[in-house]
């Protein structure tokens, strides 16, 4: 009977891994944040980092971070056949994507960036988890453009925005 379930199991799982890869839709809608004053909480798929004149930019995409039993609410109630199958969100996380908009936020010269996973020689094999890692804005930004060995827009980002600036960008590691 174990067997039967593992034969399932995995075909069950790369299913739900494709459904959560999004692609590009040519009807991407844009959209550029404003200042409220506030700060504000976010999860977003990074697009772009751009610098223009010394100010910097980051487009992206929001999305929903669900974590533990959330995560495991939620999964169940989009996907009750896979969670039926399998239990609970695979890996304790889950994503929700239902917006292709994607909005341009300024990000403060000082802003704090926080790594866990990125390539920092090159090389595949070194590829390695450094948990909360600190970097400068303008090497997120060098590292950003690498897509060699790790593409950092597969990541998703929690940022902290104050006053209409991104204050803080938190690489979530997703195993």
Partial sequence: MLKNKNVYLLPVLVLLFLSLVTTAS???KTADAKSEGSTQHLTVYIHSLENHNGQTTLTGDEIEWYE???ADAVFAQ???ESA???GGAPDGYYIVNDSDTLTTYTV???AKVTMQIYDRTGKLEDLDI???ES????QFIHEFAKTDVFDLSGSPYHLTIKDGQIVSIVQQYTP
Avoid at 135 to 138: E, M
Wanted: charged residues 25%.
């Fill in 130 to 132: 450094n948990w909360n």
């Fill in 26 to 28: 040519t009807t991407i």
């Fill in 108 to 110: 403060a010269p000082d």
């Fill in 135 to 138: 970097l400068t804005l303008k």
């Fill in 78 to 80: 989009r996907e009750p």
């Fill in 84 to 86: 039926a199958e399998i």
């Fill in 68 to 70: 533990g039993a959330a």
